[in-house]
Each structure stands twice: as structure tokens, then as C-alpha cells.
């Protein structure tokens, strides 16, 4: 699965985990809703890839499906992958992503999640590219 990840990405490193909240989402559902802006930061919605039994090339194959555009993906009952340019990069896509998953199951305890629309993550990329310009004093 790694080699696969190299192969057909630009990531030169690959952080793989079995955390806890990545687990539970990669258990119950087929993707990570967006429930916060800071899904952009690993591309957009999380992918779930369907589930292969590890070190077999059709985990390889679903893990890079779901990978394409993004910079994590989760996997089906067994954990995490997130890539990056340097192995600093993939930790950080590691951490975001399982702040996310730990966002989403606490939430999903309380009420259920609100999703943010395309409209509304359209608006966070926009804000981020152009940016206020506040007044002087």
C-alpha cells in the first residue's frame, strides 16, 4: 500500500495509523463529513476506502482511489493514511485528521453534526485568498 501511495502521488512521505477516532469513523461510515473548514486542509471530505485485508493489492487499489485530490484517507475497519511532501507535512494531515474524526464522533454524541456545504467551504477558500483589509488607526 505505501509503494503504491508513492507510485501514484507526489507524497514523499506516508504516515499510516490505526488511531482511535479514525478507527471508530472508518468502522461506521464511508466518509468524513465536512463539520469544519479545516477539512480543506486535507483537500476536501474524507474518503473511506472500502475495505481490503491488509498487505493485499486491492487495499493498495481502494487506498489510492480514495486518496486522489486529498492528503488523508481513512480505511475501511482499520485506520488511517495521510501523505504529505516531507514526513512533517503527513503527521500534521495525520493530526488534522484525527482531530476531525475525534470532532465528528464527540459531536455525533451530543446531536447530529452539522455539515458545512460546498457553498460554505467555498466561502472559507475565498476569505483565505482574499483576506480583509482592516483600517489603520
Known sequence: MHLAIYETTDARAV??????FGTVVATTMTELPPVHYNTLLLGGVVR??????YGTPELAANVRAALEGRRAALMANHGGVSIGA??????????V?????????????????AVLTDEQLTAVVER??????FPRA
Do not use: D, I, M, Q
Open 15 to 20: 504516515v499510516h495509523t490505526h488511531s482511535v
Open 48 to 53: 473511506v476506502a472500502p475495505y481490503a485485508t
Open 86 to 95: 516531507t514526513l512533517e507535512e503527513a503527521f500534521e494531515a495525520t493530526r
Open 97 to 113: 485528521l484525527e482531530w476531525l474524526c475525534e470532532v465528528y464522533v464527540r459531536a455525533s454524541g451530543v446531536g447530529k453534526p
Open 128 to 133: 483565505a485568498l482574499n483576506p480583509p483589509e
